[in-house]
């Protein structure tokens, strides 16, 4: 692996290892001057370089393990959700959330505070129950939820050592329909935006052109057939899947047009067997804002059409549940995330983003930890509340920096 999934990072290093034991892990980090651990690389930026070893944990054990109160399993780090899906499903069991990307890893998930949507569902973090990692000096250590350190140790970019394994909360298995509506005007959602929400298990809003009088795509995924809100009309889609990327295969799109399937479905935008959004040809940014403040945020968004329409392929809007976790987009504030799918332009990248943060910063926003961001945004982490204390953890777990590369150094500082 040379590059990240959109080719943005070429890799700075060509010393890599598959371990496929843990003791096998545990020695090569124990080895290791610098290390770090790579999952699908679905990240764009450079958190997952290093000038020294590159470590991947898909070749270690993949069993999914549930416990015996069926309330967590117990799943591999290295594994992609779409693995993880099928053996809980086939147990009767299932996630309550899953990112638009099936294929992306758990643990690289979980690192940088990636997420689904809906009102009752935190970030994919917080199913987290515990987690297993390799520390700096080789040793295997275990936190769990209730331990002092657990909410600084989730979402924790990779600092603090190599997961090997993590239980996640499960549930029951559950079926979802996806209804796709169509070209919806801008005012009426965004004044019944609570009621949108509320009225689905999880909420997506596609926007393909910020000038546009409406908003591209409302796509709901709810246990029953969903109702729009009064005063929001929309064009109801009858295919059977409409790809939220203008001129991408809709071939790639999970079952829409509500037919009830299975979780893992339908709560993934796209098929775990085909390629997802635009096949890696593209870029990423996120940020995380206060719902409260969203449709005012979008509101001034729609105002920087100019500048953000040449670069992007699609907007996304979802919203998550308060979490406690300290890096998490989601900390202590029930969340709206604003997404942007950008042309592999990047020119025009730093031309949007430049408009899009001048909205953000205005508004408290919150980067994603595995996206771009521009220059207002360059110091992550004063904008997490508990942001220098995770430095402070980070510093404890790893005080020779065997972790640390250029992302760290600049995140949690030289």
């Given at each position: 692996?040379?590059?990240?999934?959109?080719?943005?990072?070429?890799f700075s290093t060509d010393r890599t290892a598959h371990p496929a034991t843990i003791p096998e892990l545990q020695e090569a980090v124990a080895a290791a001057d610098r290390v770090r651990a790579v999952g699908t690389a679905h990240s764009f930026n450079d958190i997952a370089d290093t000038t020294g070893l590159m470590v991947s944990t898909a070749a270690l054990p993949a069993d999914v393990r549930v416990a015996p109160d069926r309330r967590t399993a117990s799943v591999p780090a290295g594994a992609p959700f779409a693995h993880?899906?099928?053996?809980?499903?086939?147990?009767?069991l299932a996630l309550g959330n899953?990112?638009?990307?099936?294929?992306?890893?758990?643990?690289?998930?979980?690192?940088?505070?990636?997420?689904?949507?809906?009102?009752?569902?935190?970030?994919?973090?917080?199913y987290v129950a515990a987690i297993e990692y390799?520390?700096?000096?080789?040793?295997?250590?275990?936190?769990?939820?209730?331990?002092?350190?657990?909410?600084?140790?989730?979402?924790?970019?990779?600092?603090?050592?190599?997961?090997?394994?993590?239980?996640?909360?499960v549930r029951e298995s559950f079926d979802l329909r996806q209804d796709l509506f169509l070209d919806a005007p801008w005012e009426p959602v965004l004044d019944a935006f609570d009621a949108l929400t509320a009225g689905a298990y999880s909420t997506s809003l596609f926007i393909q052109d910020w000038a546009s009088p409406a908003i591209t795509q409302v796509l709901l995924?709810?246990?029953?057939?969903?109702?729009?809100?009064?005063?929001v009309t929309a064009r109801r889609s009858r295919a059977r899947a409409?790809?939220?990327?203008?001129?991408?295969?809709?071939?790639?799109v999970t079952l829409q047009g509500g037919a009830m399937g299975p979780w893992l479905e339908r709560l993934p935008h796209f098929r775990h067997d085909a390629p997802p959004s635009n096949a890696g040809d593209e870029l990423q940014s996120e940020y995380f804002v206060d719902r409260a403040h969203l449709p005012q945020v979008l509101r001034e968004?729609?105002?920087e059409a100019?500048?953000?329409?040449?670069?992007?392929?699609?907007?996304?809007i979802r919203t998550m549940a308060a979490d406690g976790l300290w890096l998490s987009g989601a900390h202590h504030r029930p969340t709206a995330g604003v997404h942007f799918t950008w042309k592999p332009d990047m020119p025009a990248v730093r031309a949007a983003l430049a408009a899009v943060e001048r909205v953000l910063d205005r508004h408290d926003a919150r980067p994603h930890w595995g996206k771009l961001a521009g220059p207002a945004f360059a110091d992550r982490l004063a904008r997490f509340p508990r942001g220098r204390d995770f430095a402070e953890l980070a510093a404890h777990n790893d005080p020779s920096g065997k972790f640390r590369n250029a992302y760290l150094d600049r995140v949690l500082g030289a």
């Open positions: 692996m040379n590059t990240n999934w959109a080719g943005n990072v070429r993880v899906a099928r053996a809980l499903h086939a147990e009767g899953m990112g638009s990307l099936p294929h992306i890893s758990v643990a690289g998930a979980v690192a940088t505070g990636t997420h689904g949507s809906g009102d009752a569902n935190p970030v994919l973090s917080g390799v520390r700096a000096d080789g040793a295997l250590a275990r936190v769990s939820r209730g331990d002092d350190a657990f909410d600084g140790s989730v979402v924790a970019l990779g600092a603090l050592g190599i997961a090997t394994r993590l239980d996640l909360d995924k709810h246990h029953t057939e969903p109702r729009l809100p009064d005063g409409v790809s939220p990327v203008a001129g991408a295969s809709d071939d790639t968004l729609r105002r100019d500048a953000v329409n040449p670069a992007l392929l699609v907007s996304e």
